[in-house]
């Protein structure tokens, strides 16, 4: 049973390009959210994905955006990004259905030069 | 005042001691909570899932969470080198998918 699978796993960009990160949900969850986790600090949500909408919504700015698929998986997107914006960002999966908490996925490290 | 209060300092324990970990918070709507452990460079891993007040024990590990004081601690029995990680304490006001409120982590290392 394949767990939350995420890609890239590192990624380097320049301030002011976007970058789009995938996701992958665990088999049969249906719900995705995504959070940042800064070097040294604890994971901060950023926004949760069900039935191809986005249902929660964290404190982040309009620059972050995301996306979710027929099949679950997901996309999160960044526009103009700051050096600010290195951190690792992960994915996690959980079932609508069953209610059992998230599960994570191994992360996408992203360096903003 | 944040959500979640987790202080983060690195504690180093002798192989076989046992860990106590503690978190606090502020929001007296959460009545779900977590503990997650996390290997360097790694996702979070679910360690512990309780709910509302009361312990839990899994193996080696015991949770424990009095809503009253708005206290969560996690004891880890015997430890072991391989228990090396951060530990994450998290928490959220509905089951499964609302999200999760973490605290900082508290690195543990475990010296044979």
């Known amino acids: 049973d394949a767990g939350v699978t995420q890609s890239p796993t590192h990624l380097i960009k320049t301030r002011g390009q976007q970058v789009t990160l995938r996701c992958s949900p665990k088999s049969g969850h249906d719900t995705v959210s995504w959070y940042q986790q800064a070097l040294g600090q604890g994971p901060q949500f950023i926004f949760q994905y069900y039935e191809e909408e986005e249902r929660q919504r964290g404190n982040f700015p309009d620059r972050f955006s995301g996306h979710q698929f027929p099949n679950y998986s997901s996309e999160l997107n960044v526009n103009a990004l700051l050096l600010g914006d290195s951190a690792l960002y992960l994915c996690?999966?959980?079932?609508?259905?069953?209610?059992?908490?998230?599960?994570f996925g191994p992360g996408t490290r992203l360096l903003v030069l | 005042q944040k959500e979640v209060e987790q202080d983060p300092g690195p504690l180093s324990v002798p192989e076989g001691a046992i860990v106590s970990l503690n978190c606090t918070y502020s929001?007296?709507?959460?009545?779900?909570f977590m503990w997650y452990r996390q290997y360097s460079r790694k996702g979070p891993e679910l360690l512990m899932y309780t709910y509302s007040s009361g312990n839990k024990e899994d193996g080696r590990f015991t949770a424990q969470v009095d809503k009253s004081s708005k206290y969560i601690s996690l004891f880890i029995r015997d430890s072991q080198p391989s228990d090396s990680a951060t530990y994450l304490c998290a928490m959220s006001v509905l089951r499964g998918n609302n999200r999760l409120a973490f605290g900082k982590g508290n690195q543990v290392v475990v010296i044979p």
């Open positions: 929001n007296s709507a959460f009545q779900y």
């Open positions: 996690a999966s959980s079932s609508r259905q069953i209610g059992e908490t998230q599960y």
